[in-house]
């Protein structure tokens, strides 16, 4: 018998009931809920007559309809109404909510491995696709629709298909200026928005074991954008290091058990995956997207792909599409495109060493007249370590505006929007139409290129800006 | 509770570009509430289907006859990725959809399908574009046959395909299931696996803050 993926030990470990050849009735260990979809899944569980199975494994926060003004200040109507439902119902579950301005609350996929929620070897759902975050920290953590999640609020378990694997392995030393946000859209960009669709992905090699976990986190964070709703890394001595005392990690004889069955998690040597793609970090250099798809993506010192010069007529109509909606130019350099607006945030990039990495680069110099620049911190706890080091200083003082704690421009369902054919270098996830406001145009990339670009007023290669 | 799902006969779109994501069926705004269901029809594709000053674009496919009847689409590769938001779902079920026939969707938004009795089915590329261009030859008037039971799509032309399809979510359609009561008939099970694994995993049960 081949050796077992870390993907096959979790899932092994989580199986209540075999209902087919390939489909499980699987155990969640953590369910954590949002402002956007929680009240409503605690309604709807309400309205059949059934209470929350596990109140105690299930954890709120409020992040995606909460407005990032200080004071919180121009959250909708709706926003407030979502907010207060959230807190009517979870404290008549019993459930543990994170409340605004509260140490915990935040984005929730930045929320759960700051507070050692997130754990090797745990499943844990959302609804929120974005849930294969967590899997940084070797958990099996992937996104679910609202009939999931009232599944797994009533019953603590969720039917899976097993999925196939695939294992993704960066080699090398990552070159200067380059992070694990361009390592992964460099993965996209060359197997694909769909290249992970029906996969669970490992990522592996010599360059992720050398990344910190947060830099894990955001390519893990990524993987739906390969199609792949859970994607994981092995967890490792880093990985110990970045839960030890944290709130909800174990603690004393609990904590020095869990490591010890954590240490048997990483795929065995012989472990076979359906899929293998082996990624040479030392030619990525930092990635921009230029269309609306996560997969339209170049080195910052490359080409727009010219239309005219592509033969297959979908792929062809598919870019023309794409630049006609960017208002770009087939053919011309993507680097020096003016900028109207530029948002540092979202679960891929808003936690501390994201922030450090962009007032780097923002240290000293001014946001270019005619930007916009917002931070985003992606929790309240990212927040208050920012200021303790004082990089909203920073950024205050080059121009960028400092907000408080949530998703924001990532998503735009709280207001925060870029206008109608205005172009925002923004480092969260999405370029797809209309994500960031009807007719918003958005590149994605890196926290240090996106304070880059600030400060040039265009798309800007970072490694130009003489540090980092 | 999905409605169950056997037979189909109906007018189908061709929805070719790839990669249309849950954002491009339904904006988030449209989903901010708890009391959204049944508002969402007249959004789906709301982005393609409206002119920026709120007009029918007469250029998208479901803004024209006989399309604006379909209760099927015929989509380009991977469609509905992107966010897990099941508001792209109801949105289309709200608009009279009932069966998505592509080469590849989104893994979050194809489970999110089954839920709500739409039937999400997966054929080769080739099928696909046999399928948009039998469409397109009697513009739009030659039906779409899906048979559930049997397995099979019959364009309208007459060619007839088959499909493959997990046998238990083709059973939770053809019956329209609800998975949650089924799921508590095993709660002592459940129950059971949470005991065991309360002495394996301590640490995964007693999450009450120790600090
Ligand atoms: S930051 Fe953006 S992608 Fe992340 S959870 Fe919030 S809305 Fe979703």
């Given at each position: 018998?081949?050796?077992?993926?870390?993907?096959?030990?979790?899932?092994?470990?989580?199986?209540?009931?075999?209902?087919?050849?390939?489909?499980?009735?699987?155990?969640?260990?953590?369910?954590?809920?949002?402002?956007?979809?929680?009240?409503?899944?605690?309604?709807?569980?309400?309205?059949?007559?059934?209470?929350?199975?596990?109140?105690?494994?299930?954890?709120?926060?409020?992040?995606?309809?909460?407005?990032?003004?200080?004071?919180?200040?121009?959250?909708?109507?709706?926003?407030?109404?979502?907010?207060?439902?959230?807190?009517?119902?979870?404290?008549?579950?019993?459930?543990?909510?994170?409340?605004?301005?509260?140490?915990?609350?935040?984005?929730?996929?930045?929320?759960?491995?700051?507070?050692?929620?997130?754990?090797?070897?745990?499943?844990?759902?959302?609804?929120?696709?974005?849930?294969?975050?967590?899997?940084?920290?070797?958990?099996?953590?992937?996104?679910?629709?609202?009939?999931?999640?009232?599944?797994v609020l009533a019953t603590q378990a969720l039917i899976q298909r097993r999925p196939k694997t695939l294992r993704a392995r960066f080699e090398g030393e990552l070159p200067l200026g380059v992070t694990a946000k361009d390592m992964i859209l460099a993965l996209i960009g060359q197997i694909g928005a769909a290249g992970g669709t029906g996969y669970a992905v490992e990522y592996a090699g010599s360059a992720i074991r050398a990344l910190p976990i947060e830099g894990r986190l955001t390519i893990c964070n990524l993987s739906i954008e390969l199609g792949a709703k859970m994607g994981m890394v092995a967890p490792d001595e880093k990985t110990f290091e970045f839960l030890r005392g944290r709130p909800y990690a174990p603690q004393g004889e609990m904590w020095d058990r869990a490591v010890k069955a954590w240490r048997e998690l990483p795929s065995d040597p012989d472990a076979v995956f359906d899929r293998e793609v082996v990624i040479d970090v030392e030619k990525?250099?930092?990635?921009?997207?230029?269309?609306?798809?996560?997969?339209?993506?170049?080195?910052?010192?490359?080409?727009?792909?010219?239309?005219?010069?592509?033969?297959?007529?979908?792929?062809?109509?598919?870019?023309?599409?794409?630049?006609?909606?960017?208002?770009?130019?087939?053919?011309?350099?993507?680097?020096?495109?003016?900028?109207?607006?530029?948002?540092?945030?979202?679960?891929?990039?808003?936690?501390?060493?994201?922030?450090?990495?962009?007032?780097?680069?923002?240290?000293?110099?001014?946001?270019?007249?005619?930007?916009?620049?917002?931070?985003?911190?992606?929790?309240?706890?990212?927040?208050?370590?920012?200021?303790?080091?004082?990089?909203?200083?920073?950024?205050?003082?080059?121009?960028?505006?400092?907000?408080?704690?949530?998703?924001?421009?990532?998503?735009?369902?709280?207001?925060?929007?870029?206008?109608?054919?205005?172009?925002?270098?923004?480092?969260?996830?999405?370029?797809?139409?209309?994500?960031?406001?009807?007719?918003?145009?958005?590149?994605?990339?890196?926290?240090?290129?996106?304070?880059?670009?600030?400060?040039?007023?265009?798309?800007?290669?970072?490694?130009?800006?003489?540090?980092? | 509770?999905?409605?169950?799902?056997?037979?189909?006969?109906?007018?189908?779109?061709?929805?070719?570009?790839?990669?249309?994501?849950?954002?491009?069926?339904?904006?988030?705004?449209?989903?901010?509430?708890?009391?959204?269901?049944?508002?969402?029809?007249?959004?789906?594709?709301?982005?393609?289907?409206?002119?920026?000053?709120?007009?029918?674009?007469?250029?998208?496919?479901?803004?024209?006859?006989?399309?604006?009847?379909?209760?099927?689409?015929?989509?380009?590769?991977?469609?509905?990725?992107?966010?897990?938001?099941?508001?792209?779902?109801?949105?289309?079920?709200?608009?009279?959809?009932?069966?998505?026939?592509?080469?590849?969707?989104?893994?979050?938004?194809?489970?999110?399908?089954?839920?709500?009795?739409?039937?999400?089915?997966?054929?080769?590329?080739?099928?696909?574009?046999?399928?948009?261009?039998?469409?397109?030859?009697?513009?739009?008037?030659?039906?779409?046959?899906?048979?559930?039971?049997?397995?099979?799509?019959?364009?309208?032309?007459?060619?007839?395909?088959?499909?493959?399809?997990?046998?238990?979510?083709?059973?939770?359609?053809?019956?329209?299931?609800?998975?949650?009561?089924?799921?508590?008939?095993?709660?002592?099970?459940?129950?059971?696996?949470?005991?065991?694994?309360?002495?394996?995993?301590?640490?995964?049960?007693?999450?009450?803050?120790?600090?």
């Amino acid at each position: 018998m081949p050796g077992r993926s870390l993907l096959e030990k979790i899932w092994d470990q989580h199986v209540i009931a075999r209902l087919s050849e390939d489909t499980d009735l699987l155990h969640i260990d953590r369910h954590l809920l949002h402002d956007l979809g929680g009240s409503r899944g605690l309604l709807d569980l309400k309205s059949r007559g059934l209470k929350v199975h596990n109140p105690e494994l299930t954890f709120a926060t409020p992040d995606h309809a909460l407005s990032t003004a200080p004071g919180r200040a121009g959250t909708s109507k709706i926003g407030q109404e979502l907010l207060a439902a959230l807190r009517i119902e979870t404290a008549a579950s019993g459930i543990t909510l994170f409340d605004v301005d509260q140490p915990g609350q935040g984005i929730v996929h930045v929320i759960g491995p700051e507070l050692g929620l997130s754990l090797p070897g745990a499943t844990i759902v959302c609804g929120d696709s974005h849930t294969c975050t967590h899997g940084g920290l070797g958990a099996l953590a992937f996104g679910i629709g609202s009939s999931e999640l009232t599944h797994v609020l009533a019953t603590q378990a969720l039917i899976q298909r097993r999925p196939k694997t695939l294992r993704a392995r960066f080699e090398g030393e990552l070159p200067l200026g380059v992070t694990a946000k361009d390592m992964i859209l460099a993965l996209i960009g060359q197997i694909g928005a769909a290249g992970g669709t029906g996969y669970a992905v490992e990522y592996a090699g010599s360059a992720i074991r050398a990344l910190p976990i947060e830099g894990r986190l955001t390519i893990c964070n990524l993987s739906i954008e390969l199609g792949a709703k859970m994607g994981m890394v092995a967890p490792d001595e880093k990985t110990f290091e970045f839960l030890r005392g944290r709130p909800y990690a174990p603690q004393g004889e609990m904590w020095d058990r869990a490591v010890k069955a954590w240490r048997e998690l990483p795929s065995d040597p012989d472990a076979v995956f359906d899929r293998e793609v082996v990624i040479d970090v030392e030619k990525i250099i930092p990635q921009v997207t230029w269309g609306i798809s996560p997969e339209h993506v170049v080195g910052v010192d490359g080409i727009i792909p010219d239309p005219k010069s592509v033969d297959d007529p979908a792929r062809r109509a598919a870019i023309e599409t794409a630049l006609e909606y960017m208002g770009l130019q087939g053919g011309a350099p993507i680097a020096g495109t003016p900028i109207d607006w530029v948002f540092i945030g979202s679960c891929t990039n808003s936690r501390l060493s994201d922030l450090r990495a962009a007032a780097e680069v923002a240290r000293g110099r001014k946001v270019a007249a005619g930007v916009r620049a917002w931070v985003v911190p992606g929790s309240e706890n990212v927040k208050r370590e920012a200021v303790a080091e004082g990089l909203d200083k920073i950024f205050i003082e080059a121009g960028f505006e400092w907000r408080e704690p949530g998703c924001s421009m990532c998503l735009a369902a709280n207001g925060e929007v870029v206008a109608p054919g205005q172009r925002s270098v923004s480092t969260s996830n999405r370029n797809f139409v209309g994500r960031q406001g009807p007719r918003a145009r958005t590149h994605l990339a890196s926290p240090a290129s996106a304070a880059a670009s600030a400060i040039a007023g265009a798309i800007a290669d970072v490694r130009m800006m003489g540090r980092s | 509770m999905p409605k169950p799902f056997d037979k189909l006969t109906a007018t189908a779109a061709p929805i070719m570009r790839s990669n249309i994501d849950t954002d491009v069926i339904i904006r988030i705004e449209r989903l901010v509430g708890n009391g959204i269901r049944g508002t969402l029809g007249k959004w789906a594709f709301g982005s393609l289907r409206y002119l920026p000053d709120g007009s029918e674009n007469p250029d998208f496919i479901l803004n024209r006859e006989p399309y604006r009847d379909a209760e099927i689409l015929v989509t380009g590769p991977n469609f509905g990725c992107g966010s897990s938001r099941e508001g792209a779902v109801w949105s289309l079920q709200e608009r009279g959809i009932r069966a998505i026939i592509g080469s590849g969707f989104g893994d979050i938004f194809f489970a999110n399908c089954f839920q709500n009795g739409i039937l999400p089915v997966v054929v080769g590329k080739a099928v696909v574009d046999q399928l948009a261009a039998d469409i397109e030859a009697t513009q739009g008037a030659g039906k779409v046959s899906i048979d559930l039971e049997a397995q099979t799509i019959v364009s309208p032309s007459g060619a007839r395909h088959s499909f493959e399809i997990d046998p238990r979510r083709r059973e939770g359609l053809l019956k329209g299931l609800d998975e949650v009561a089924l799921t508590l008939q095993r709660d002592d099970e459940i129950h059971a696996f949470q005991a065991s694994d309360r002495t394996a995993r301590p640490w995964i049960h007693s999450t009450r803050i120790s600090a």
